[in-house]
């Protein structure tokens, strides 16, 4: 079978080297340099730059306008109807008039998912120093499907879900759950080398960051 | 000093020095492909400027981490912890695939990975499947098999998807169309994609929306995909895909079967490496501070992307770089391919090149990468750790810190061990010895010393020596070699 | 100071120039140079080129010449890489723990690593009245990371002017065996850099390392382009005394 094969290979490669205990220097970064961000408001002032530089939107609003700001924001791209993950707190919606959001229990089908303006969802944590958010199907977030095929993407991160560094999301994150790292509206690099939106997931993200 | 028997037969030397053996030079060696590439003007512009591109996007996303020096580090302990133990890493993933709902599968060499994948797919009873290529895809003839089983399989990728209509090979394994330019992309999509807008033009956004249009329909209803990944983490058996433009996720959120190959050296000890390996992967490759998108995904879920999920880890050769402990250091790398655009023969080869019995990884990486997997038996192979000047611009770019001008003249001595044992050795060999006996000694350095200067400058004219006999002439093809003086320095110096 | 010179096989053949600049310059600023006429080659080319046994012959041969002298000085940044890096991985590949002790004891310097870190001088009062561009040989770029002691020195020169080198740090294509075996790609890239050595409008190009200048100066003389290759040494011995 080849499964000993190729493990018999494997120990017959390594001969008297298997085994071998490797110790893992860790002493890089695992927490932003205070020449990064010297304060709290730095690091999330830092994530919205970093988010800002993948070409996505991002939008800083206090915790009483979210509603409103949510709202403005589907307006303005004239949305008629919007998915949205079904524990979606209730309050973001709550200024919503004039767009129809589908709550999702893992029941849309994946053709109205590609019909719909867009969605809205949470997230399970932030890197500033990347301008990455990060989702794991946790509350608000949904199934993965809900977030690749709508063309539109608004993410809402509240400022103590953003952390330093990738370290420290690494730590935070459950690697059991599906994680999804988004950094920017999909972008391809496979044609000039431009970075082009396209080509298959949501080719435009905005970003609301909750501050209280 | 007396004139004794002359060591050297010097024609004989002039002519073989950076010769082959014999019946070599018919079979296709990288030297007589790369003639080839750098007769391609238009490839080589395009490989240029995108090399100069990526060079600069890595330079400057490396200069800002301050702390990468100490993640390189980091990076090389991380992968030869997860090599040097592989046998347990493997065992490790396998179980904790297991246990989260996935199955594994091992294979042994590329036909039997082949085999495991097509029977996968039928077992599905479907005809259609989505495919993100990788290396390791590409590396298995993973296509051709679908293809000859009754299987149409579409690509997510739009350089795949390009280089596919346009009838190509990838010239580059992270970047399949980088040796095109934007124009030449446009007019294969106009000639051989059906549904191209006929009023396209060559901005790449126009681009990626027509190929997205054209693969959008197929992608979504798709039942079964077949991906690479970049990483499985064996504590966890979680695996990691960064990518760019999203076909990733759609392989792995919308099919109900996902099939994923992994090379057996892409495992990695345990999550927490990822904090690591996510940093440098990124920035070398594409100069991004993160993939545009990262996903991790462990088994299968309940209500999120597939039911089935089997992972196939392919041997292949590898176990065979591993068992070189010099060069097992090759079986590090996490494919970022930031040798590539730091490599000056890359830049005007391209990847064709170093296409080795069809082997996919190109540039430095490759040239170290295929020998070791494949064998240096064959002209093609053995040709590869040569195709370097040994500038060293690779290795100081290598996030895992790969060795590999070191790993490269490693290899060269093996090319060249396994040709001592021809009966009758080839030319190069024979004068290399005989150079190497007359340099051993003052005594036989110095008549042939005085024998070598007067051959030359009887090949001399005004200085300078235009053509070389044999071989050598491969120098004076388009160099001139100074003539050398009557007297060498030594004879200078006594003589003061 | 006592310095032995390792003057390299190609530069004893061709460039003999370069190793009589290196002794008159380091005789100039007070050291006694000697020249061991036992010494031929360092096994570079060998073991480049994967000839590991041959290799390690010419490495004994090396270190037995060369063993009993303090300080060996060598205008070749090849060489001296090989001696250095190379030498215990030729022990290593040989299996032979002897040739590693001895290479371990040797000290040898490439010569402007000798000039700026052991003698101290970077103004070593030279004078070469040429406009001249440098071109960083690989080896003595990213394997003896000279980093800029070349340059240091050549801004000493009186009446020299430096020109900028474009892409300066991209190799020149030679590579040893590699300008034969794959003399298209290496051709290639001896023009790019000739088309480089041009736009610096320079009239002289130095390096630190003959190997790499006969390459270049090789594909400039067959253009006719009006440029000498010349080794730093030469540079550095030049005075007003000596035009």
């Given at each position: 079978m080849s499964r000993e094969r190729v493990l018999r290979s494997v120990r017959a490669a390594l001969g008297e080297a298997r085994g071998t205990e490797v110790n893992v220097p860790r002493d890089y970064h695992h927490r932003l340099t205070g020449e990064e961000a010297g304060s709290r408001a730095d690091v999330v002032a830092l994530f919205s730059e970093r988010v800002a530089d993948h070409r996505a939107t991002v939008r800083h609003v206090g915790a009483d306008e979210l509603a409103t700001t949510v709202a403005a924001a589907l307006w303005a791209r004239e949305a008629k109807r919007i998915v949205v993950p079904d524990d979606l707190p209730y309050g973001w919606l709550a200024q919503l008039e004039g767009v129809q959001a589908l709550a999702d229990a893992g029941t849309v089908d994946v053709a109205v998912l590609d019909a719909v303006d867009g969605v809205v969802t949470g997230c399970a944590a932030a890197v500033a120093r990347t301008g990455t958010v990060v989702l794991d199907g946790g509350r608000a977030q949904g199934r993965r499907a809900l977030t690749l095929v709508p063309d539109y993407h608004l993410c809402v991160v509240h400022a103590d879900q953003i952390v330093g560094t990738v370290p420290e999301a690494v730590a935070r994150l459950d690697p059991y759950r599906p994680l999804t790292w988004i950094s920017g509206p999909a972008a391809t690099l496979d044609l000039g080398l431009r970075r082009v939106p396209g080509v298959h997931g949501p080719r435009e993200l905005e970003v609301l960051v909750v501050e209280d | 000093?007396?004139?004794?028997?002359?060591?050297?037969?010097?024609?004989?030397?002039?002519?073989?020095?950076?010769?082959?053996?014999?019946?070599?030079?018919?079979?296709?060696?990288?030297?007589?492909?790369?003639?080839?590439?750098?007769?391609?003007?238009?490839?080589?512009?395009?490989?240029?400027?995108?090399?100069?591109?990526?060079?600069?996007?890595?330079?400057?996303?490396?200069?800002?981490?301050?702390?990468?020096?100490?993640?390189?580090?980091?990076?090389?302990?991380?992968?030869?912890?997860?090599?040097?133990?592989?046998?347990?890493?493997?065992?490790?993933?396998?179980?904790?695939?297991?246990?989260?709902?996935?199955?594994?599968?091992?294979?042994?060499?590329?036909?039997?990975?082949?085999?495991?994948?097509?029977?996968?797919?039928?077992?599905?009873?479907?005809?259609?499947?989505?495919?993100?290529?990788?290396?390791?895809?590409?590396?298995?003839?993973?296509?051709?098999?679908?293809?000859?089983?009754?299987?149409?399989?579409?690509?997510?990728?739009?350089?795949?998807?390009?280089?596919?209509?346009?009838?190509?090979?990838?010239?580059?394994?992270?970047?399949?169309?980088?040796?095109?330019?934007?124009?030449?992309?446009?007019?294969?999509?106009?000639?051989?994609?059906?549904?191209?807008?006929?009023?396209?033009?060559?901005?790449?956004?126009?681009?990626?929306?027509?190929?997205?249009?054209?693969?959008?329909?197929?992608?979504?209803?798709?039942?079964?995909?077949?991906?690479?990944?970049?990483?499985?983490?064996?504590?966890?058996?979680?695996?990691?895909?960064?990518?760019?433009?999203?076909?990733?996720?759609?392989?792995?959120?919308?099919?109900?079967?996902?099939?994923?190959?992994?090379?057996?050296?892409?495992?990695?000890?345990?999550?927490?490496?990822?904090?690591?390996?996510?940093?440098?992967?990124?920035?070398?490759?594409?100069g991004e501070r993160m993939s545009p998108y990262v996903s991790t995904w462990t088994g299968v879920s309940a209500q999120d992307g597939p039911r089935d999920l089997h992972v196939v880890l392919l041997d292949n050769g590898r176990t065979a770089a591993l068992a070189d402990e010099v060069g097992r250091a090759a079986l590090r790398c996490i494919g970022c391919a930031a040798c590539l655009s730091v490599c000056p023969v890359y830049e005007r080869t391209g990847g064709h090149a170093y296409a080795a019995g069809g082997s996919v990884l190109s540039g430095p990486i490759g040239a170290i990468w295929t020998p070791q997997t494949r064998g240096v038996r064959g002209a093609a192979e053995a040709s590869l750790p040569f195709a370097s000047t040994l500038c060293g611009a690779c290795g100081d770019v290598c996030p895992v810190k790969i060795d590999i001008p070191g790993i490269l003249v490693h290899l060269r001595g093996k090319v060249v061990q396994a040709r001592r044992h021809r009966p009758v050795p080839p030319p190069e060999m024979a004068v290399m010895r005989a150079l190497a006996w007359a340099m051993g000694d003052r005594r036989r350095y110095e008549p042939a010393l005085r024998q070598g200067v007067r051959w030359a400058r009887l090949l001399s004219r005004g200085g300078r020596i235009r053509r070389l006999p044999g071989l050598l002439g491969k120098w004076t093809e388009a160099r001139d070699l100074p003539a050398p003086p009557r007297d060498p320095f030594r004879v200078r110096w006594r003589e003061r | 100071m006592r310095v032995a010179l390792f003057v390299a096989c190609f530069n004893d053949v061709l460039f003999p120039r370069t190793g009589e600049a290196v002794a008159s310059l380091l005789t100039r600023l007070g050291c006694e140079v000697s020249f061991t006429p036992e010494q031929t080659c360092c096994g570079q080319m060998h073991w480049s080129t994967g000839y590991q046994r041959e290799a390690a012959g010419l490495a004994r041969g090396f270190t037995e010449v060369f063993g009993p002298q303090d300080v060996v000085v060598t205008p070749a940044a090849s060489c001296a890489t090989t001696i250095r890096d190379a030498y215990p991985r030729i022990a290593e590949a040989t299996a032979d723990p002897g040739l590693a002790g001895a290479a371990a004891r040797l000290t040898v310097y490439e010569l402007t690593e000798f000039l700026v870190d052991v003698l101290g001088v970077t103004d070593v009062g030279a004078y070469f009245p040429h406009r001249v561009a440098y071109h960083p040989t690989c080896h003595s770029l990213r394997a003896l990371r000279l980093g800029d002691r070349p340059l240091r020195l050549l801004r000493a020169v009186r009446g020299l002017e430096l020109a900028e080198l474009p892409a300066a740090e991209e190799c020149c294509g030679f590579g040893g065996a590699f300008a034969m075996k794959n003399s298209d790609v290496s051709v290639a890239m001896v023009a790019d850099k000739v088309r480089h050595i041009r736009q610096s409008s320079a009239d002289v190009v130095c390096a630190v390392d003959n190997s790499c200048l006969a390459h270049i100066g090789g594909a400039l003389s067959r253009l006719r382009g009006g440029v000498r290759a010349m080794h730093l040494a030469e540079i550095l011995a030049a005075t007003e005394a000596s035009r």
């Open positions: - | 000093m007396t004139s004794g028997p002359i060591p050297l037969p010097m024609p004989r030397v002039l002519g073989a020095l950076g010769g082959t053996g014999p019946g070599e030079a018919a079979r296709p060696r990288f030297a007589t492909a790369a003639r080839e590439a750098l007769a391609d003007t238009g490839q080589r512009r395009s490989l240029r400027e995108s090399m100069a591109v990526l060079r600069g996007r890595r330079e400057a996303a490396t200069a800002e981490a301050a702390d990468w020096e100490e993640l390189r580090e980091a990076g090389r302990a991380v992968r030869d912890r997860s090599l040097l133990s592989l046998d347990t890493h493997l065992e490790t993933l396998e179980g904790a695939v297991t246990d989260a709902g996935g199955t594994v599968h091992w294979a042994a060499d590329a036909a039997e990975a082949r085999r495991i994948v097509v029977g996968l797919v039928r077992a599905t009873g479907r005809s259609e499947v989505i495919e993100v290529r990788s290396p390791v895809t590409r590396e298995i003839g993973l296509d051709r098999a679908l293809a000859g089983a009754g299987v149409d399989v579409a690509e997510t990728g739009a350089a795949d998807l390009a280089v596919r209509l346009a009838g190509e090979r990838p010239a580059h394994f992270l970047l399949p169309a980088v040796h095109r330019d934007p124009a030449e992309i446009r007019r294969t999509f106009l000639r051989r994609m059906p549904g191209a807008p006929s009023d396209l033009t060559d901005d790449p956004r126009e681009l990626a929306d027509a190929a997205r249009a054209h693969l959008r329909r197929r992608l979504l209803s798709a039942d079964v995909a077949v991906i690479g990944a970049a990483f499985a983490v064996a504590e966890t058996g979680t695996l990691v895909m960064p990518e760019g433009d999203g076909g990733g996720r759609m392989c792995l959120t919308l099919p109900e079967t996902l099939i994923c190959v992994l090379g057996i050296e892409q495992v990695v000890p345990c999550w927490r490496d990822m904090e690591i390996l996510l940093q440098l992967l990124p920035r070398s490759a594409t | -």
